[in-house]
């Protein structure tokens, strides 16, 4: 399951988005906004943010102007590894280094043609699993305490 959320200034993506998902047979729920309507984006941030905490979703995508506003909303809840991505590497690289589970997409930002092979490959994109990579995302999981002191 995919969870999508937008705010306003995402919300032509988003709904592109679920037709793309409808033409690859993957399964989304929709968590707003569900108007054009101007709007907050931590808001849905914050329900896609719980959906996955709560095993509803394996992944989310989260789209607004910028995809940054998203990403700092999501990045509060512990466990949720947003990333902000306009290129195709950097969603690979999102998933194979840092296990994302949220790509964050700016609608005012990235072109559509872009986009949409953007979120093809954080779909079909596993973490690398080694070593080094689980325990540097293990480390993200219990930020600050388990650095301690690095000043
Ligand atoms: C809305 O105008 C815009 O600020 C928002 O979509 C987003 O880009 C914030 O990060």
């Not at 950097?90 to 072109?111: M, W």
């Not at 540097?136 to 690095?150: M, S």
């Amino acid at each position: 399951m995919i969870a999508l959320g937008s705010d306003h200034a995402g919300f032509q993506y988003k709904e592109k988005i679920k037709e793309l998902l409808i033409s690859l047979h993957l399964e989304y729920k929709d968590y707003g906004t569900f108007s054009p309507d101007s709007t907050d984006y931590p808001d849905y941030a914050s329900r896609v943010s719980n959906a996955i905490l709560k095993g509803e979703a394996e992944r989310g995508i989260l789209i607004c102007g910028t995809g940054i506003g998203m990403s700092i909303a999501a990045n509060k809840f512990p466990g949720i590894r947003a990333a902000v991505c306009e290129s195709i590497d950097s969603a690979r690289l999102a998933r194979e280094h840092n296990d994302a589970n949220i790509l964050c997409l700016g609608e005012r930002i990235t072109p559509w043609e872009k986009a949409i092979e953007i979120v093809k490959v954080f779909l079909t994109t596993e973490f690398e699993n080694g070593e080094r990579h689980c325990r540097r995302v293990n480390k993200l999981n219990t930020l600050p305490q388990a650095l301690g002191d690095h000043t």
